[in-house]
């Protein structure tokens, strides 16, 4: 991907690992031209959107299936396991049709409302494990000292599940940005496009514009990595370490 999209002629199948020659005219052709800032601008807005909605919904689902217990408690974790096994191709058109009611097509914000509900299923399977397996004396603790529960949430629950909230937010944040089918069906204009359905004008009836590809897919890759590296320190640190020392 990187050969090609830095090489100033297309180098598909070539044998050598480095281009002939090295050019940014590819990258400046997608962002300038192909208009890919656009694309780049909505999908980060929606995938925002998706990664704050989603984890908060979540978080708050979590807390409720983890530490309460009311009627049909098991069958809306048994249903959210469910709904996560259909297949996307089978939710399209009831999707659709929802939005359309609705009167949210070709929006970005009706297409985040989607994506958040796409992800929640998982995300508060996710975090209904962190949130179980905090102590309950750390939140005992709290209310001892006259904390009250929408402050033992905001200053001893939730920095505890914040590797919890991490994950969530990788997983949520990789689906609103690699989705392609949803996207292409609710937006119609290309100011609204996100990079999965702006990737397309590269792909012709006949023909296939590789170094134009392989540049798009570079820059949409970019923003995944950073945003891994930005959140992998609170990936691998430790969910109570020292919450209930002494």
Known sequence: MLVTAFSGETTTGSESLLPA???LENFR???VEAGFLTYLGNSLLVALVTVVGSSLLALLAAVAVARFRFRLRTTMLVMLLIVQMVPLEALVI????QVRDLQMLNSLLGLSIVYIALALPFAVWMLRGFVAAIPQEVEEAAYVDGASWPRMFWSVLLPLTAPGL??????????AWNEFILALTFLNEGDKYTVAVGLRQFYGQY????????????????PV???????QRRM???????????
């Open 29 to 31: 052709y997608i962002l």
């Open 225 to 231: 990595m950073v945003f891994f590296l930005i959140v």
């Open 94 to 97: 009831p999707l659709f049709l």
């Open 207 to 222: 023909t296939t514009d590789w170094p134009s590809v392989m540049a798009a897919s570079t820059v949409i890759t970019l």
């Open 21 to 23: 020659s090295v050019t």
């Open 166 to 175: 991490v994950a969530t937010a990788i997983f949520s944040f990789i689906t």
């Open 236 to 246: 691998v640190s430790g969910l109570v370490h020292g919450a209930v020392k002494g």
